[in-house]
């Protein structure tokens, strides 16, 4: 063997032994996984199944963490202050992360949120006590027209999926209704089961956890949602309305473009994974695959649809 390519081949293992961790593999490490909302939710729920499967695929820990308050604004105010290096990466919501920050001054803008992909949407819905007095949405309907601004409605956030939704009933109902935020679906949902509230609008997902404790009225989703079968959807009833919560994971600013890539991949490795599809759907979410290389598009879509409702619910351009 000539001594040139021994010379070669010796400088090539050089190079890549050389090489970052990172760029050879990852995750090497724990992931800190950052929920900006209370435990119990739709996006702790979501984090909690995909923990398990991270863990198998990569053969390292996912910690579920939270940093709740203002609606999930206190953390994404926060995000691009942390680390880069993939380590540690953040749950985001839509509307909220257009909403917010278009309605008032949060800490944060839209553009400073570096989403890396969008795995699953939340159908909005109407729950009730089981005990409550509504026992359609037609009867809720013509209370709220009987009493204007009488009938409270708990949601998550504000300016958020619950609240946009609110917006869009009050709307297409032609009644005006009272809402009144909470720090996460799980505390509107303890209110609604509580009567500080008369309704909540919530997700299937949080119907579903609930049992028999709660009446579902309605859904915004184009069909029926599997675990309802005999709820209506909005759209049965008269109401042109479907939507929810759509979540994904986004990493701060200072992020490469490659580390972006990589959590990426490894969240859409993740939705790739049949079981984990599964329990998805059995839990009224439904899954989607919008990674990093789709995401420009896919929040210009999402920003023109929520500027539109924001001009209806009386929202300026902040």
């Known amino acids: ?73 206190q953390a994404w105010s926060q995000l691009n202050g942390m680390e880069g290096d993939g380590y540690t990466i953040m749950g985001t919501n839509l509307p909220h992360i257009i909403m917010q920050p278009m309605a008032q001054e949060v800490g944060y803008k839209t553009a400073d949120i570096t989403n890396v992909y969008m795995f699953h949407y939340t159908p909005d819905a109407i729950i009730v006590p089981a005990d409550s007095q509504f026992k359609t949405l037609q009867e809720l309907v013509d209370y709220a027209k009987a009493n204007p601004g009488l009938l409270t409605f708990s949601g998550s956030g504000t300016n958020s999926a619950n609240h946009v939704a609110q917006a869009t009933f009050d709307r297409l109902a032609g009644v005006t209704t009272t809402y009144i935020p909470f720090s996460g679906t799980s505390p509107a949902t303890t209110a609604v089961l509580g009567n ?70 490894a969240i859409g490795k993740i939705n790739a994974d049949p079981e984990f599809v599964q329990k998805m759907k059995d839990g009224g979410f439904v899954v989607i695959d919008v990674p990093y290389g789709e995401m420009e598009a896919f929040m210009a879509e999402r920003k023109a649809d929520y500027e539109e409702t924001a001009k209806q619910m009386g929202i300026t351009q902040n």
């Not at 709660?214 to 915004?220: S, W």
């Not at 042109?240 to 473009?257: C, I, K």
Request: hydrophobic share 45%.
């Open 196 to 265: 500080q509230v008369q309704a909540g609008f919530s997700y299937t997902t949080a119907a579903i956890n609930q049992g028999e404790a709660v009446r579902v009225l309605a859904v915004a989703a184009d069909e029926r949602v599997p675990s309802f079968p005999d709820v209506p959807t909005f759209k049965e009833l008269g109401f042109d309305m479907t939507g929810g919560a759509y979540r994904g994971v986004a990493v701060p600013s200072s992020a490469s473009e490659e580390v972006r890539q990589q959590v990426s991949d």
């Open 1 to 73: 063997m000539k001594l040139t390519t021994i010379l070669a081949g010796a400088a090539m293992a050089i190079g890549l032994s050389a090489m970052p961790a990172a760029a050879q593999d990852y995750p090497t490490k724990p992931v800190n996984y950052i929920i900006p909302f209370n435990a119990g939710g739709e996006s702790d729920i979501a984090a909690r199944l995909q923990q398990p499967v991270f863990e198998k695929q990569t053969g390292q820990s996912m910690v579920v963490q939270y940093l709740e308050g203002a609606g999930g604004a």
